[in-house]
C-alpha cells in the first residue's frame, strides 16, 4: 500500500520566520501535488510537480520533487498569517488514477 | 464562476438516519469525485464520475453508502442507515479532464473542491 507521510503533524511559528514541510513514501510517485486547506473549506491545489529533481516557485513558497520520486519538500519564506492552514501532499497511486493524500501539516503563523 | 457547491454545509443526524448530501459541480467539468476527511484516516476518495456515469466506487465504505450522478450539474451521496462512524466532512470535488498519462507522470489535472459538508452522526 502506498503511503504519503508527512512532517511535522502540527506547526506553530511566527510571522517572518521560514519553515519547511515535507511529504516522504518508501514508494515511486509518478508525480505529487500540494494542496492548502483553510478551516472550513476545501483543498485547494497549490502546484503539481512531475519530474525528478524539479523546483517550482509560487512567490514565497518553493517546491521541490525528490530525484528518486519518493519525496517532496515545501518551504515557505517569511511566513505570514495567511500561510496558516493544513498543506496536504498528494500522488497518483500505482495502477490507477486515484489520488492518495498525505497524513498533513498543520501550519499556524503567529502574527 | 461560482465554483463547487455543496448543501447543506452541516448536518446533525441521529444514527439509523438517512443523510443525503449533495453537489454542483463546475458547469463543464466532466469529472466529479466524493472524499470523506476524518482526522484518523484523512482524506480518501470515496467514489468517481466521468460523463455522469461511475467509474470506480472501491472506496465506498460499504452497502450504506451510495452515490448517483443523474445529470452533468447534480450529484448526491447518500448514507442509509447512519451510523457514529460516519462522522467526518465530505467533499465533492470536479475536474474538466481525466487522468493524464506521459512519459514517465501520471496523475490528473486540477481537481476543484467545494466547501465541504460537515456530517455528525449522534
Known amino acids: 500500500t502506498q503511503l504519503l507521510e508527512q512532517s511535522p503533524q502540527f506547526l506553530s511559528i511566527q510571522e517572518g520566520e521560514n519553515l519547511t514541510v515535507y511529504c516522504n513514501s518508501s514508494?515511486?510517485?509518478?508525480?505529487l501535488q500540494w494542496y492548502r486547506q483553510e478551516p472550513g473549506e476545501g483543498p485547494v491545489l497549490l502546484v503539481t510537480?512531475?519530474?525528478?529533481?524539479e523546483v517550482k516557485k509560487l512567490k514565497r513558497l518553493t517546491f521541490q520533487f525528490g530525484d528518486a520520486r519518493k519525496d517532496s519538500s515545501l518551504h515557505i519564506t517569511a511566513a505570514q498569517p495567511g500561510d496558516t492552514g493544513l498543506y496536504l501532499c498528494a500522488g497518483p497511486s500505482r495502477g490507477t488514477y486515484k489520488y492518495i493524500f498525505g497524513t498533513g501539516t498543520r501550519l499556524k503563523v503567529l502574527a | 464562476d461560482a465554483g463547487v457547491i455543496q448543501s447543506p454545509r452541516h448536518e446533525v443526524t441521529e444514527m439509523g438516519q438517512e443523510v443525503t448530501l449533495r453537489c454542483k459541480p463546475i458547469s463543464g467539468h466532466d469529472y466529479l469525485f466524493w472524499y470523506r476527511q476524518t482526522m484518523m484516516r484523512g482524506l480518501e476518495l470515496l467514489i468517481y464520475f466521468n460523463n455522469n456515469v461511475p467509474i470506480d466506487d472501491s472506496g465506498m465504505p460499504e452497502d450504506r453508502f451510495s452515490a448517483k450522478m443523474p445529470n452533468a450539474s447534480f450529484s448526491t451521496l447518500k448514507i442509509q442507515p447512519s451510523e457514529p462512524r460516519d462522522s467526518a466532512v465530505y467533499f465533492c470535488?470536479?475536474?474538466?479532464?481525466?487522468?493524464?498519462?506521459?512519459?514517465?507522470?501520471?496523475?490528473?489535472?486540477?481537481?476543484?473542491f467545494g466547501p465541504g459538508t460537515r456530517l455528525l452522526v449522534l
Open positions: 470535488a470536479s475536474s474538466s479532464t481525466g487522468p493524464y498519462i506521459t512519459s514517465g507522470a501520471s496523475g490528473w489535472e486540477t481537481q476543484y
Open positions: 510537480v512531475v519530474t525528478g529533481g
Open positions: 514508494s515511486v510517485f509518478s508525480s
